[in-house]
C-alpha cells in the first residue's frame, strides 16, 4: 500500500509570494490533517479534513488555507508569504473505521519550504 | 488547554545503554497516547500507542505505559542500537478533537557505538 506523498519536497519562495503543497493520502484513507514543524514552535496543528469538509482548524492566520477534494487529496495554500513561514509542512492521514487504526496518523516525508 | 511534556534532549548514550524519556500530558477526558519519531530527512512514524489508563503499546523493543494516575506515558528501552538515534515525539488526541494530536517539543536520542 503507497503511504502519504507530498509534493513538492523543496521549495523556495520569496515574502510576498504565495505557495501551494499536495498531499495524496494512503488509499482509502477519507481524512488528512496538516501540520506544520519549525525548530521553535516545534509541530503545531493546522487543520483536518474529512470529506471535503474541514472539521478542525488550528490558531493560524487565514493566509493558511486548504480544501481537500473528492477523491480525498488535499492541498494547502500559504498566501502573501513571510520569512515565519519557512517550516516542513507535514500532512498526515488516518482512516477513521474501526478501533485499533481509527486514531494513527500516518505521516508523509513533508515539504520544506524556504521564504527568502 | 491539552498539553505535553516531554524531557529535553539531545540525550547521548552508548550503545545498549537503557533508554528512558518521561512524557507527561494534561488533557481532560481520556486521551489517546502516541510517541512517533522522526529520523532526518523523513516525516514522523508511529512507534507505539495506548488508548486506555494501564495499556502497554510495544514496539521494536519500545515500551510505554499509559499511567492515568500520574498523566504519564514515559518511553523504554532496554538496549539502544546506533539506529535508534532520532527525534522521538509523545502525542496525546482526544477523541473529540478530530484528528487534532497535540505533539510534545521531541527529544533527540543519539546513540553512539
Known amino acids: 500500500k503507497a503511504g502519504v506523498t507530498q509534493t513538492p519536497r523543496y521549495l523556495i519562495k520569496t515574502r510576498g509570494q504565495q505557495v501551494t503543497l499536495s498531499c495524496s493520502p494512503i488509499?482509502?484513507?477519507?481524512?488528512v490533517s496538516w501540520y506544520q514543524q519549525t525548530p521553535g514552535q516545534g509541530l503545531q496543528f493546522l487543520f483536518e479534513y474529512f470529506s471535503e469538509t474541514q472539521r478542525n482548524k488550528g490558531n493560524f492566520p487565514g493566509r493558511f488555507s486548504g480544501r481537500q477534494f473528492s477523491n480525498s487529496r488535499s492541498e494547502m495554500n500559504v498566501s502573501t508569504l513571510e520569512l515565519g513561514d519557512s517550516a516542513l509542512y507535514l500532512c498526515?492521514?488516518?482512516?477513521?473505521?474501526?478501533?485499533?487504526?481509527?486514531?494513527?496518523?500516518?505521516f508523509g516525508a513533508g515539504s520544506r519550504l524556504t521564504v527568502l | 488547554g491539552d498539553s505535553v511534556t516531554q524531557m529535553e534532549g539531545p540525550v547521548t548514550l552508548s550503545e545498549e545503554a537503557c533508554l528512558t524519556i518521561?512524557?507527561?500530558?494534561?488533557?481532560?477526558?481520556?486521551?489517546?497516547l502516541f510517541w512517533y519519531v522522526q529520523y532526518p530527512g523523513e516525516g514522523l512514524q508511529l512507534l507505539l500507542k495506548a488508548t486506555k489508563a494501564d495499556d502497554k503499546g510495544s514496539n521494536k523493543g519500545f515500551e510505554a505505559t499509559y499511567r492515568k494516575e500520574t498523566t504519564s506515558f514515559h518511553l523504554e528501552k532496554g538496549s539502544v542500537q546506533v539506529s535508534d538515534s532520532a527525534v522521538y515525539f509523545c502525542a496525546l488526541m482526544r477523541t473529540d478533537s478530530w484528528g487534532k494530536f497535540q505533539f510534545g517539543a521531541g527529544t533527540q536520542v543519539v546513540v553512539t557505538p
Open positions: 518521561n512524557c507527561t500530558y494534561t488533557a481532560t477526558g481520556y486521551p489517546s
Open positions: 488509499s482509502g484513507h477519507r481524512s
Open positions: 498526515a492521514s488516518r482512516s477513521l473505521g474501526g478501533p485499533n487504526g481509527a486514531n494513527v496518523l500516518t
